[in-house]
T-cell receptor
Framework: RKEVEQDPGPFNVPEGATVAFNCTYS??????FFWYRQDCRKEPKLLMS???SGNEDGRFTAQLNRASQYISLLIRDSKLSDSATYLC?????????????FGKGTKLSVIP | DADVTQTPRNRITKTGKRIMLECSQT?????MYWYRQDPGLGLQLIYY???????NKGEISDGYSVSRQAQAKFSLSLESAIPNQTALYFC????????????FGPGTRLTVL
């Protein structure tokens, strides 16, 4: 199993749709998890951290399942501006420690 | 003004040439990183530095070298560029208390012919 694996997509969805992305990771000792967003030809930017209990930020909901080593990102009421590539990022290190592995990303296109 | 800047933004060079990519930051972060991104691949860490006197190799450091001239400046050099170093290069910074939160520069698109 690759360290961090994502479905590359593309996911083509209409405006207003709900879309979910999945990510699996191979190292059960991984400590923290994140979703980054990368627009075409731009730099990645942190979208949200992923907490064990699940967390929500507006239309975005992130979930973590440690037992299955699985992370998800749900986007509700998709907007055209949500079109981007979403990177799953896993940190093997503890608090204050850097051991990041980036997934290859899942591309989302929201269609009018 | 951008917190993390990179120069040049685009560069085309020939095989065997020496190239330097520069990164500056105004975030006051101690930690700086260089990544490369190839189409269809995840970001790969080349080198990182936790302070001016600390330089560490990442997962793909062969063919690259770095210099941390000051807290705010971290440069990446390709001593003798080769075509498979054609990629998008990102500099990033982070705060020591949250190293997982990376602040990326806008990237340098490098083409080696």
């Amino acid at each position: 199993r690759k360290e961090v694996e994502q479905d590359p997509g593309p996911f083509n969805v209409p405006e207003g749709a709900t879309v979910a992305f999945n990510c699996t990771y191979s190292n059960s000792a991984s400590q923290s998890f994140f979703w980054y967003r990368q627009d075409c030809r731009k730099e990645p930017k942190l979208l949200m951290s992923v907490y064990s209990s699940g967390n929500e930020d507006g239309r975005f909901t992130a979930q973590l399942n440690r037992a299955s080593q699985y992370i998800s990102l749900l986007i509700r009421d998709s907007k055209l501006s949500d079109s981007a590539t979403y990177l799953c990022v896993v940190n093997k290190g503890g608090a204050g420690s850097y051991q990041l592995t980036f997934g290859k990303g899942t591309k989302l296109s929201v269609i009018p | 003004d951008a917190d993390v800047t990179q120069t040049p933004r685009n560069r085309i060079t020939k095989t065997g040439k020496r190239i330097m990519l520069e990164c500056s930051q105004t975030k006051g972060h101690d930690r700086m990183y260089w990544y490369r991104q190839d189409p269809g691949l995840g970001l790969q860490l080349i080198y990182y530095s936790f302070d001016v006197k600390d330089i560490n190799k990442g997962e793909i450091s062969d063919g690259y070298s770095v210099s941390r001239q000051a807290q705010a400046k971290f440069s990446l050099s390709l001593e003798s560029a080769i075509p498979n170093q054609t990629a998008l290069y990102f500099c990033a910074t982070s705060d020591p208390t949250s190293p997982q939160i990376q602040y990326f520069g806008p990237g340098t698109r490098l083409t080696v012919l």
